[in-house]
């Protein structure tokens, strides 16, 4: 079995300030790690994703996420945000093993919020 | 490609009655999965299929039914519709080969009265 803890469901920011959305998971098997974003009224969108190698993935819009197997902690983060990356942020988890890698658990999500 | 696409957009129903949300992809993908949206929730599996003629249950399947006679249409089917399945519904799909990267279809927004 596996979850996926998202720390904060609402982050309001200023636009330009960095910002850092965390996840935690917990997993008996290795995992694959991902980040959704959702705009307003849509589905969800592939934001980036840790499969295996190097512990620090970029993604779309200038986000980067960083793997830390020891901690169990994907968390997203970006240098200067945008009015535009308002938006609801979900972190999900794939373990593989046997037949267990195509199903997804996702966090409850973090909404980000950047205000002028 | 058209990716993943589900019909109805909105629909409102009346506790008790019947409905299928429909679902197709176009990218010959094995995988694919019925999810619910609620507020504060995330999404949550409701059903699943690893190919054609295979269904399983996810983590809410009370209350509604799937079937998948062919790779590209994964429906789902309320059988008898109650109030507690208001929701977004979103349906997704992904390659044997993927590592579990879903594509998302755009949702369906159920309401029911």
């Known amino acids: 079995a596996q979850s996926v803890t998202q720390l904060d469901s609402q982050v309001p920011v200023f636009e330009e300030a960095p910002v850092e959305l965390r996840c935690n998971y917990s997993?008996?098997?290795?995992?694959?790690l991902f980040w959704y974003v959702q705009y307003p009224n849509q589905g969800l969108q592939l934001l980036l994703k840790?499969?295996?190698?190097?512990?620090l993935v970029k993604g779309i819009n200038g986000f980067e996420a960083e793997f830390n197997k020891s901690q169990t902690s994907f968390h997203l983060r970006k240098p200067s945000v945008h009015i535009s990356d308002t938006a609801e942020y979900f972190c999900?988890?794939?373990?593989?093993?046997?037949?267990?890698?195509?199903?997804?658990?996702f966090g409850k999500g973090t909404l980000l919020t950047v205000n002028p | 490609n058209a990716g993943v696409t589900q019909t109805p957009k909105f629909q409102v129903l009346k506790t008790g009655q019947s409905m299928t949300l429909q679902c197709a992809q176009d990218?010959?993908?094995?995988?694919m999965s019925w999810y619910r949206q609620d507020p504060g929730m995330g999404l949550r599996l409701i059903h699943y299929?690893?190919?054609?003629?295979?269904?399983d249950q996810g983590e809410v399947p009370n209350g509604y039914n799937v079937s998948r006679s062919t790779t590209e249409d994964f429906p789902l089917r309320l059988l008898s519709a109650a109030p507690s399945q208001t929701s977004v519904y979103f349906c997704?799909?992904?390659?044997?080969?993927?590592?579990?990267?879903?594509?998302f279809g755009p949702g369906t927004r159920l309401t029911v009265l």
């Open positions: 299929s690893v190919g054609a003629g295979i269904t």
């Open positions: 999900a988890v794939s373990g593989f093993s046997g037949g267990s890698n195509y199903k997804l658990t």
């Open positions: 997704a799909s992904s390659s044997a080969s993927s590592y579990n990267e879903q594509f």
């Open positions: 840790y499969l295996s190698g190097s512990t």
């Open positions: 997993s008996s098997v290795s995992v694959y």
């Open positions: 990218m010959n993908h094995e995988y």
